[in-house]
């Protein structure tokens, strides 16, 4: 079994969406939010497909834009018991750093639901490591685990953040050729603490790099960390299957 545990899936970036849930058929899909108009249609899926998980969250891009109603539906979807975690929720400077507080404030709020309803916290962090690491080390309570989507930090940072309770989010960039960082992180870090993903629709693996991503290419990316490793592909599926279970919590 193979688990994706961060990937978009929605109608409008797929035209062909049932096909591609079903090509993840006997494995499991963990959708992401981004922002509480997605909500709705993850839900929608939990339901219907039996290997479909969700996590619901405001990605920082909204920071500016979010209201007390956007958190409230986040709490509320809290309830459903296909909603296994908060996210993505973070940080992210890439683009634009001048709401920074602005995103810190969202980050925290949706850091407290996840202590409130102890739920795991899926975490971006793009362009701002140290206050992400600065954050959910005053604001998390211990027993509360993260996963720190699509990894992109130094070596010595990710071992910081693992003595948080965090696993770290291994997807197609580690394919990539000419990526080093990423592939000494996964020498050098033990496999309890990564779990695999795609962030579908984006970050497509080689060899189909430049096509649209899907759940099924989370292989591609077992392949590489078994390469890596020098750890046969069967064991490393056993686990991080159950580092993701293990994170969000899902019995099957």
């Known amino acids: ?4 545990t961060h990937c978009h899936l929605s109608s409008k970036d797929y035209e062909n969406l049932d096909e591609v849930i079903k090509h993840m058929e006997n494995n499991i899909m963990i959708v992401s939010t981004a922002s509480p108009c997605d909500i709705d249609e993850t839900i929608s899926l939990c339901n219907k497909y039996p290997n479909v998980y969700g996590t619901v969250g ?3 891009e909204f920071a500016d834009t979010y209201n007390k109603k956007d958190l409230e539906k986040i709490e509320n979807s809290l309830k459903h018991p296909k909603i296994v975690g908060i996210g993505e929720i973070g940080l992210d400077y890439y683009y634009k750093k001048d709401n920074a507080e602005k995103q810190k ?3 925290i709020r949706q850091i ?3 202590n409130k309803y102890h739920k795991p916290i899926v975490i971006h962090s793009r362009s701002a490591i140290e206050d992400t690491y600065n954050i959910i080390k005053k604001y998390k309570k211990t027993g509360i685990k993260c996963d720190l989507h699509c990894y992109s930090g130094s070596l010595e940072m990710a071992k ?3 003595s948080l309770n965090t696993f770290l989010g291994i997807g197609g960039v580690l394919t990539f050729k000419n990526e080093k960082k990423l592939k000494e992180i996964v020498r050098e870090i033990d496999l309890e603490y990564l779990v695999l993903e795609t962030d579908s629709p984006y970050l497509t693996p080689e060899p189909f790099r430049g096509h649209k991503n899907e759940p099924y290419n989370i292989k591609f990316v077992a392949e590489k960390i078994s390469e890596i490793k020098g750890i046969d592909l069967e064991e490393i599926l056993i686990i ?3 580092n993701a279970l293990t994170l969000f919590d899902i019995n099957i």
């Open 1 to 4: 079994m193979m688990i994706d």
């Open 105 to 107: 404030e969202l980050f």
């Open 112 to 114: 407290e639901l996840a």
């Open 240 to 242: 991080t299957t159950q």
């Open 160 to 162: 910081r953040f693992i």
């Open 58 to 60: 405001i990605h920082p």
